[in-house]
């Protein structure tokens, strides 16, 4: 069997400076390419999701409540919905699309651009490890590694790789994933508020 990286919405809008920016995600980016430098043979498959949205809907809030709408954000064709530059892509061997018409977290909602889903993609390459990496541990983080355990995959949160927005949702989505036999290691970045 096989492992593999996912490399959740580390994207210029999630990160310092973009419209829904979380706090040391410009270094998440930079640490997981050091990491993809440094270990090269540590995963089989790398992957990434990007959140793309064309219309959400509700998604997007004027005003937003932060709960369950939020500014604009990683709009298909600006360049917030780009990755950020620090994050090395070489590696990447396919990236999932989530949340064009509708409020997406888990990149298991993504698809690649022949239609194909996550869980299908690693089942294929005969994945049943996953590492996941990326921004924010309490929002997308939690909920594709959540998904990534209701799927069967046994599922590695490398919290020191990702980005937290608040400390009351990190304890929230930390005790989650907890309970769904998520494994955790290291500490997430988070900016006390």
Request: glycine share 10%.
């Amino acid at each position: 069997m096989a492992n593999a990286l996912i490399i959740v919405d580390v994207q210029n809008d999630f990160c310092e400076g973009g419209s829904l920016a979380v706090a040391g995600g410009a270094g998440v980016a930079a640490g997981i390419s050091r990491l993809l430098a440094a270990e090269p043979d540590r995963w089989d498959h790398v992957v990434a999701t990007k959140d793309y949205h064309v219309d959400p809907g509700a998604h997007f809030g004027n005003p937003p409540d932060y709960v369950d709408s939020w500014p604009a954000h990683c709009v298909v064709g600006t360049p917030g919905s780009e990755f950020h530059p620090e994050l090395a892509t070489g590696r990447i061997e396919a990236i999932f699309h989530k949340g064009e018409h509708a409020a997406a977290y888990s990149g298991f909602e993504g698809h690649a651009a022949d239609g194909e889903h996550l869980a299908d993609w690693l089942r294929a390459r005969g994945v049943d490890r996953v590492d996941v990496v990326g921004v924010a541990t309490d929002h997308c983080v939690r909920a594709t590694a959540l998904d990534a355990a209701r799927e069967g995959f046994a599922t590695t949160v490398l919290l020191d790789l990702t980005a937290a927005v608040a400390p009351e949702t990190l304890d929230v989505a930390l005790r989650a994933m907890d309970g769904a036999g998520v494994a955790m290691t290291g500490t997430p970045v988070i900016t006390a508020t």
